[in-house]
């Protein structure tokens, strides 16, 4: 279900952000001041579809916000979307934010990449960031990417090793390039580490508009179907609507795999911890905070920063001591990792 636009941190609407930032001490909000880092309020996050409380991805940003204002003492600010938004609500949300004084300003999610080049052209002293997409090419842009691919195919490698029917399922959110690399990675990992382990893969949605990424009830409805075809082990990565998938892992008793942040750790999500084998994470919180950090000590990031198992922004879960326990899953994991990081195992994308 998508959610109505408020920002977290204020309470109040998009379009009130600047004269509520005034309001809390702000000493301006021309352009001109607002883009002087002495009068930085902190870094902003622009949240896509799913916002704030989804026990993923945008969570983990907000763990990354949450970060530097505890290091920084900066007074942050979260944006959640609206309903059926245009590009042009996107670059108002953006403009708000980097003309009130937030620095940097971050789009979290591919959808933003429009909006983010657009407002960063009029904002030069401010820094932007965005998650989930390289296409932008700017001064003043961090592209904050990472090697989901390889995160997924150690998922693909714990699947593998864990399943008893020989049937695993991978759950995409919404059909596009992105989720590809997800889908990818898992199905080389399964097929590298357990020869005749079948596959099987959906996507809940064609456009995010449909609500592929925030649809609890999609997701469980499309595990449900896998599970029922055979799945004992099921991957989502589908943001807000992976809470779906576990849900249904849990009640079916099967495993489920996390996506993004470590779920098992998530008090949301509690209640079907045991039946989180792991999680595939990415390390947006480091992302998001790196960036802050590089502001705050006057170089700021630009241009591609991919996280990947080499650096630590990409890796799986080690939570749930079934996982951790297994000897066996843990050796293939190792020896998995040491392959990409070599070079001998190269992940596909697609």
Known sequence: MRRVSRIAAAGVATAALAVTVSACGSSSTSSSSSESSKNNLGLALAYDVGGKGDQSFNDAATAGLEQADKEFGYKSTAVEPQDNESDADK???LESLAKAGYNPVIGVGFAYAPAVKEVAAKYPKTTFGIVDDETIKAANV???????????????????K??????VGF??????????KFEAGFKQGVEDTKKGVTVKSQYLTETAAEGGFSSPDKGESAADGQIDAGADVLYAAAGLSGQGVIKAANANKVWAIGVDSDQYKQDALKAYKNSILTSAMKNVQGAV???AKSVEDGKPETGVVRGSLENGGVSVSNSNPT?????????AIKKAEEGIKNGTITVKTS
């Open 91 to 93: 670059v108002q949300r």
């Open 323 to 331: 996982f951790a326990g297994n000897a066996d899953i843990q050796a």
């Open 142 to 160: 961090a592209d904050l990417v990472f090697h989901e691919e390889q995160a997924s195919y150690l998922a693909g490698v714990a699947a593998a």
């Open 289 to 291: 905070y790196g960036l």
């Open 171 to 180: 759950i995409g959110g919404v059909d596009v390039p992105l989720i590809h």
């Open 162 to 167: 864990a399943t008893k029917s020989n049937v």
